[in-house]
């Protein structure tokens, strides 16, 4: 497990006991209206370690995005747009060029309110959508120095990716609320390496870990 993984855990384990502690506390405020959030986010997402086996850069890297976000009482749903990137090295030996991975995802977001105490509130999340990949540039061409040159493509991917995750929200006034949202995601996708003389394909399940802070202007709809 990586190090990123391995906090993420942690984490989750950490606001798990705060829950535990918090269970003798029935929510307050659980209201029976309509309110609508529409929020920046602002993070790190870290990708699965295993990328790295396909001269993916691993290391952890910024996302942003914007989500909006139907409440009625302990229940919310909504959808959500983030971005981030990373790079992909080629393999051709002697060439250090890396086009960027681009990644976006577009997902369907499910929220239930765990507990709520002293104004901070704890919600699970699940989550699921498309997860797309588009290389900048798409296509590079190399000189091997003996023959013709060598162009090599990159087609863009999309996949469903879906996950879970938990958030801890806090209203800081009645148009503003605040949350620091922790959750894993699970994603498949074609590979081949080699093995020996062989060219192996398979399709590989891959994970990726996001820590992120939202901020959320609220409205009520009734």
């Known amino acids: 497990m990586s190090l990123a993984a391995t906090r993420f855990v942690a984490g989750a384990l950490a606001l798990c006991l705060c829950v535990q502690f918090a269970t003798a506390v ?6 029976s209206g309509w309110r609508i959030g529409v929020g920046a986010m602002l993070g790190g997402i870290s990708l699965d370690s295993h990328l790295d086996d396909y001269r993916w850069d691993v290391t952890p890297t910024l996302q942003t995005g914007a989500q909006a976000t139907v409440y009625h ?3 919310a749903t909504g959808a959500r747009l ?5 790079t992909q ?14 990644l976006t995802g577009l997902e369907w977001i499910g929220q239930g309110r765990m507990v709520s105490y002293r104004g901070v509130e704890v919600w699970g999340t ?3 959508g498309r997860l797309f990949l588009a290389y900048d540039p798409d296509e590079m061409t190399f000189d091997p120095g003996a023959g013709a040159p060598i162009t090599v493509a990159f087609d863009s991917i999309s996949e469903w990716d879906y996950g879970f995750g938990i958030e801890i929200r806090g209203d800081l006034t009645a148009q503003l609320a605040l949350a620091l949202q922790a959750e894993h995601t699970s994603f498949s996708l074609d590979t081949a390496h080699r093995n020996g003389d062989e060219i192996v394909e398979a399709r590989e399940r891959f994970d990726q870990w996001s820590l992120r802070v939202q901020a959320a202007w609220l409205w009520n709809l009734d």
């Open 26 to 31: 029935r929510a307050e405020g659980a209201d």
């Open 89 to 102: 090295a080629i393999g051709i030996p002697g060439q250090t060029q890396a086009p960027r991975v681009n």
């Open 82 to 86: 983030w971005l981030a990137h990373t």
């Open 73 to 75: 009482g302990r229940f």
């Open 126 to 128: 699940v989550h699921g």
